[in-house]
């Protein structure tokens, strides 16, 4: 499958992509990252921000920019370099989730809102399985899709 690819974790006889998505709070995407399928989350985490579309707001302490991100990516060197990067850094340690909902009435991870976006993008059957042997093939059909969900996401589409 070319580049970008590696041992899919579930299944060792194939090959395997991993993405990496960041997105705001309504699950717009900002930024996509191609990795193999063996590739551990927390090493995707800097050439993720690295793909940013748009440019960020000047940061201040009025405006705080905030990074919500789950359980697997809970390590000090990933706390890190978010604070370089100037975020506020939102990381739930394993098992406070799993209070929150059982203690918190209608709780919702805000997490969600990614895990919904690759939900949006996997409509797009070429992107489901991956086809492409060209690697820039394929990360430009997933920012076709990030492009669709954008607009469908600002009523430009029906």
């Keep these: ?15 395997g992509t991993k993405r990496s998505l960041l997105t705001d709070g ?10 193999g399928a063996n590739r551990h989350d927390k090493k995707l985490v800097e050439p993720t921000l690295l793909e940013f579309i748009v440019d960020r ?7 705080l920019q905030h990074m919500c991100l789950d359980k697997g990516y ?3 060197d990933i706390r890190y370099l978010l604070v370089l990067w100037g975020y506020n850094v939102h990381i739930k340690a394993r098992g406070v989730e799993a209070e929150e909902k059982r203690d918190i009435p209608n709780y919702r991870a805000r997490r969600w809102v990614v895990e919904r976006t690759h939900s949006w993008m996997n409509r797009f059957r070429r992107l489901l399985i991956r086809w492409e042997k060209k690697v820039d093939n394929y990360i ?8 669709w969900i954008s607009f469908k996401a600002a009523g430009l589409f029906g």
């Design 1 to 15: 499958m070319g580049k970008k690819t590696g041992p899919n974790p579930t299944d060792r006889g194939k090959k």
């Design 26 to 35: 309504n699950g717009i995407p900002l930024a996509i990252c191609v990795e």
């Design 57 to 63: 707001p000047e940061i201040d302490e009025e405006h």
């Design 74 to 76: 809970d390590y000090d």
């Design 140 to 147: 430009g059909m997933l920012h076709f899709s990030c492009a």
